[in-house]
């Protein structure tokens, strides 16, 4: 989740400089971001011919091309075809129910309100992003549910999942405009941020029964990392808006402690993948600039994730 504040230009002298090298062999150094795939091409046979001859290591894609549409193995065999060790990781919110998705069920909603079907887990909708619903995430029928998508993913062929709104226990420290790090979960006697924790633990777990060296990346929530057992259990981390939010500048605060936990993967070696949004030849450049100086794997692309947009050398 983004933190808002004064936007102020960010000097290089300010970063904090974290290193360029020590990942694995298997790290990339480009990447892709695709979420609306069909964007590319309405057919899906020219979507995967533009994915296969795009100059990425991974690419991280919804686990349907459109609608109920399903990648097949075929369809990702081929995209990795033209590149050596090239991954493909399937998106999968872990943190929000989405009213988009093949669970969702018509009668939880009525009138822009929570029916009294919709199931205890099940929250307000977040109003940034329309038809998305805050989760308790740490219950076992929400849990249940999404490692059953975990499933599905790996039997379609992917190389692993990307976990999206895993900050989501942010929402949760803060209660009747009082911000409480760590709070207490009452349901389960530990820390919000510890329940996301173990979540995750489970996820990639599963996501590794049968498939020994399945991908695990959460996005945001950088703040787990200071978790050993967290770290241990994931390939590298996706970070978002981390020097600008759009055409804006981030604050410095905000820069400067992301900056700091990211400090605890990259002593591990695992890779930094950072997307960031602006459009102005001027912000690219700065996000560029700023990338390579912290030894972060960039990607500059558009906020909606329909295109390839621009990463790698």
Request: net charge negative; with cysteine.
């Given at each position: ?8 230009f960010l000097p290089i002298c300010f970063v904090i400089v974290i290193g360029h090298s020590g990942f694995s062999e298997t790290a990339p150094s480009s990447f892709g971001y695709v979420l609306q795939s069909d964007s590319l091409s309405e057919s899906k046979l020219a979507a995967v ?103 599905e993913i790996m039997k379609e062929g992917f190389d692993g999942v990307y976990l999206d709104i895993v900050d989501g226990f942010e929402t949760f420290e803060l209660q009747n405009g009082s911000y409480e790090k760590n709070r207490i979960n009452p349901d389960t006697k530990q820390s ?122």
């Amino acid at each position: 989740m983004i933190s808002h504040g004064l936007h102020r230009f960010l000097p290089i002298c300010f970063v904090i400089v974290i290193g360029h090298s020590g990942f694995s062999e298997t790290a990339p150094s480009s990447f892709g971001y695709v979420l609306q795939s069909d964007s590319l091409s309405e057919s899906k046979l020219a979507a995967v011919q533009k994915l296969a001859n795009c100059d990425r290591d991974w690419i991280i894609l919804d686990g349907r091309f459109s609608g109920d549409e399903p990648w097949s193995k075929a369809d990702l065999k081929e995209i990795r075809a033209c590149r050596p060790n090239k991954k493909i990781l399937a998106y999968l919110s872990i943190g929000e129910a989405e009213d988009y998705r093949p669970y969702w069920q018509a009668g939880w909603m009525k009138k822009g309100q929570l029916t009294s079907d919709a199931p205890h887990w099940l929250g307000k909708e977040n109003t940034e992003w329309h038809g998305n619903f805050r989760v308790r995430y740490w219950e076992s029928d929400w849990q249940n549910l999404m490692l059953s998508q975990v499933d599905e993913i790996m039997k379609e062929g992917f190389d692993g999942v990307y976990l999206d709104i895993v900050d989501g226990f942010e929402t949760f420290e803060l209660q009747n405009g009082s911000y409480e790090k760590n709070r207490i979960n009452p349901d389960t006697k530990q820390s919000f941020r510890r329940d996301m924790v173990d979540w995750i633990k489970r996820i990639a777990a599963r996501a590794r029964e049968g498939h020994a060296t399945a991908i695990v990346i959460p996005q945001n929530g950088s703040q787990l990392l200071e978790h050993s057992d967290f770290l241990s259990v994931i390939n590298g981390i996706g970070i978002e808006d981390l020097f600008t939010e759009g055409e804006k500048l981030q604050s410095r605060s905000h820069t400067k402690k992301i900056l700091e936990d990211i400090r605890f993967i990259k002593d591990g070696m695992k890779p930094v993948l950072l997307v960031e949004y602006p459009s102005s030849a001027v912000r690219i450049a700065l996000c560029k600039k700023m990338a390579e100086a912290n030894g972060l794997v960039l990607l500059v692309t558009d906020r909606e994730l329909r295109t390839i947009g621009q990463s790698g050398k």
